[in-house]
């Protein structure tokens, strides 16, 4: 069982830039594919970013490109999302999520954050 708290999110204004985080539970961090979606009201939800286990690759939307990085630390369970050039059409809830699959993780990842708003506006 993974537990994943994301933290970070928030107001910003266009063009300007936020990292959130997501703190995995559970010894056994390194070896979950970590991802991040994110969910606009009334749309579903959408992936954004993945990274293997030891952070070699990286998988990305088309629409974050970029502007999007994610990373990880294994040592601190945490996985990374740094936003930069944030549009409002970014506006959403973003969700960590981790899966043992790598073709999983964009499609159903098994464990799922609780969520953290991000809102661009000015």
């Known amino acids: 069982q993974v537990q994943l708290v994301e933290s970070g999110g928030g107001l910003v204004q266009p063009g300007g830039s936020l990292k959130l985080s997501c703190v995995a539970s559970?010894?056994?961090?390194?070896?979950?594919?970590m991802g991040w979606f994110c969910q606009s009201p009334g749309k579903e939800r959408e992936f954004v970013a993945s990274?293997?286990?030891?952070?070699?690759?990286?998988t990305y939307a088309d629409s974050v490109k970029g502007r999007f990085t994610v990373s990880r630390d294994n040592a601190r369970n945490t996985v990374y999302l740094q936003m930069n050039s944030l549009k409002p059409e970014d506006t959403a809830v973003y969700y960590c999520?981790?899966?043992?699959?790598?073709?999983?993780?964009?499609?159903?990842?098994?464990?799922w954050g609780q969520g953290t708003q991000v809102t661009v506006s000015s």
């Open positions: 990274i293997t286990w030891n952070g070699n690759s990286k």
């Open positions: 999520a981790a899966d043992r699959s790598n073709s999983a993780i964009r499609k159903a990842p098994k464990y």
């Open positions: 559970g010894p056994t961090f390194s070896n979950y594919v």
